[in-house]
């Protein structure tokens, strides 16, 4: 079974500061990791995902997530917050393979302020 | 029209109503997804279709009932709904299950629904 933490349903950051979402995970099997962004009245747009390989991941508008097993996290990271980056940022897991554990169990989300 | 669209994108019923929504994709995958989003509250995975059959239903009430009468459309009839059933309600698709990918979900942009 797998399961999500997002620690901070609301961050707030001033623009031009760095910005951290945290996100643990909890997964039986190895995981598959995803980091969604939803602005207000929008669905879910994929900003990043972990599947093998290379364990510091890139993805759109800046940000970037890195996986670590020994902690099992998979933080969301951006150098510099942009006022656009204001939404609410969800963290997801997979078990990688068929079943029910292909199913993404999503965190609760944070919701990320960008102050002038 | 490309990736998952969703219609209506706003819906207003009263309780004693039948409506329908509708979602639909366009990128080849053979697996969809219905999700409930309410405010405060997690993202709550309400059915899930692979291959065009149903296999998974989270004790979702029975006023709820999704049809996939193919790979590209999905359906969730609704009936007699409760004001609480007021959401976002927000359709995915992905490759199926074991299939190539790595359950990555693409979500539509939602359709708002107030229940009065």
């Known amino acids: 079974a797998q399961s999500v933490t997002q620690l901070g349903s609301h961050v707030s950051v001033s623009e031009g500061a760095l910005v951290l979402l945290r996100c643990n995970y909890s997964?039986?099997?190895?995981?598959?990791l995803f980091w969604y962004v939803q602005y207000p009245n929008q669905g879910l747009q994929l900003l990043l995902k972990?599947?093998?390989?290379?364990?510091l991941v890139k993805g759109i508008n800046g940000f970037e997530a890195e996986f670590k097993k020994s902690e099992t996290s998979f933080h969301l990271t951006k150098p510099s917050a942009h006022m656009s980056d204001a939404a609410e940022y969800f963290c997801?897991?997979?078990?990688?393979?068929?079943?029910?554990?292909?199913?993404?169990?999503f965190g609760k989300g944070t919701k990320l302020s960008v102050k002038p | 029209e490309t990736g998952v669209t969703q219609t209506p994108r706003h819906l207003v019923m009263g309780m004693t109503n039948k409506k329908s929504l509708k979602c639909e994709q366009h990128?080849?995958?053979?697996?969809m997804y219905w999700y409930k989003q309410s405010a405060k509250k997690p993202l709550e995975l309400m059915f899930v279709?692979?291959?065009?059959?149903?296999?998974e239903n989270n004790s979702v009430p029975s006023r709820f009932s999704p049809e996939c009468p193919n790979s590209s459309h999905l359906f969730l009839h609704l009936h007699t709904l409760q004001p609480e059933d007021s959401a976002l309600y927000l359709c995915?698709?992905?490759?199926?299950?074991?299939?190539?990918?790595?359950?990555?979900?693409?979500f539509g942009p939602g359709t708002r629904l107030t229940v009065l």
């Open positions: 995915a698709s992905s490759h199926p299950f074991g299939g190539p990918g790595d359950n990555e979900q693409f």
């Open positions: 997964s039986s099997v190895p995981p598959y």
């Open positions: 972990y599947t093998t390989g290379a364990t």
């Open positions: 997801a897991v997979s078990g990688g393979y068929g079943g029910s554990q292909g199913n993404l169990i």
């Open positions: 990128l080849g995958h053979n697996a």
């Open positions: 279709y692979s291959l065009e059959e149903r296999v």
